[in-house]
C-alpha cells in the first residue's frame, strides 16, 4: 500500500493488465486521477472521448476511460463509491485565488501533478481534466448549473482499474476546500 500525504501527489507506471486501487482511508477526500501512454505521453485521458463513448457522465464499475486518441486506457473494475467528477479541472493556484480569496494561495493538484510528472517529460500544458476520484458534483438537470458538495465516500472506499495500456499515472490527494468538505486527508493506492 501507497499513500499520498494530503495536498499532495505521486506519479507512476501502471502496466499494461495491472490493477490500480485507489483507496480514501479516511472518507470525504478526492483524488484526481489523469493518465498517459507510456509509449507516447501526447496521448492522454479525455473526458470528451469518454463520455462521448461511453454515453453517460456517471461513470462507474464497467465503464472504461478513454485516451484522446479513441483508445481505452483504464477500465473501472470495482467502484464502492459510485460518485465521481470528470467535469471539473485540477485546482490550481488560479482555483485558490478565485475560489478561496480568504485562504492562502495552494499551488492545488495541478501544481502536484505538474511537479510529480516531470520525469517523463510532461509539462504543466500537458495536464487535461482529470478524473476526479471521490468527488461530487451534481448537475442540475433544468440549467446545467454545477455544484460542488463533499464528497460521499467513506473510510476504507475503494475504486478499481484495470490498465488497458501502458501508463504513466498522476494521482492526488486534491487541495481544494469545497471538494474535500472543508478538511484535507490522505489517498492511499495500490498497484496488483
Known amino acids: 500500500m501507497n499513500r499520498i500525504p494530503p495536498r499532495s501527489g505521486?506519479?507512476?507506471?501502471?502496466?499494461?493488465?495491472?490493477?490500480?486501487?485507489?483507496?480514501?482511508?479516511?472518507g470525504t477526500q478526492v483524488?484526481?486521477?489523469?493518465?498517459y501512454s507510456l509509449a507516447d505521453v501526447r496521448e492522454v485521458i479525455s473526458n470528451g472521448r469518454t463520455f462521448d463513448y461511453e454515453e453517460t457522465i456517471a461513470l462507474t464499475t464497467g465503464n472504461t476511460l478513454w485516451s484522446n486518441r479513441?483508445?481505452?486506457?483504464?477500465?473501472?473494475?470495482?467502484?464502492s463509491v459510485g460518485k465521481h467528477d470528470f467535469l471539473l479541472t485540477p485546482c490550481s493556484e488560479d482555483t485558490f485565488r478565485h475560489f478561496y480569496p480568504e485562504h492562502p494561495v495552494h499551488r492545488g493538484?495541478?501544481?502536484?501533478?505538474?511537479?510529480?510528472l516531470q520525469p517523463w517529460g510532461i509539462t504543466a500544458d500537458d495536464i487535461p481534466t482529470a478524473f476526479n476520484i471521490f468527488m461530487n458534483v451534481p448537475v442540475n438537470g433544468a440549467n446545467g448549473?454545477?455544484?460542488?458538495?463533499?464528497?460521499?465516500?467513506?473510510a476504507g472506499d475503494s475504486i478499481a482499474m484495470v490498465a488497458q495500456m501502458?501508463?504513466?499515472?498522476?494521482?492526488?490527494?486534491?487541495?481544494?476546500?469545497?471538494?474535500?468538505?472543508?478538511?484535507?486527508?490522505?489517498?492511499?493506492y495500490s498497484i496488483d
Open 10 to 26: 505521486a506519479a507512476f507506471t501502471l502496466d499494461a493488465g495491472a490493477r490500480l486501487t485507489v483507496f480514501d482511508p479516511e
Open 166 to 188: 501502458d501508463c504513466v499515472i498522476g494521482l492526488t490527494a486534491c487541495s481544494a476546500y469545497a471538494s474535500n468538505g472543508g478538511s484535507f486527508k490522505p489517498i492511499d
Open 70 to 79: 479513441s483508445n481505452p486506457m483504464l477500465e473501472i473494475v470495482g467502484d
Open 145 to 154: 448549473k454545477l455544484e460542488v458538495l463533499p464528497p460521499v465516500s467513506k
Open 31 to 35: 483524488s484526481d486521477l489523469v493518465a
Open 109 to 116: 493538484c495541478f501544481g502536484n501533478l505538474a511537479e510529480a
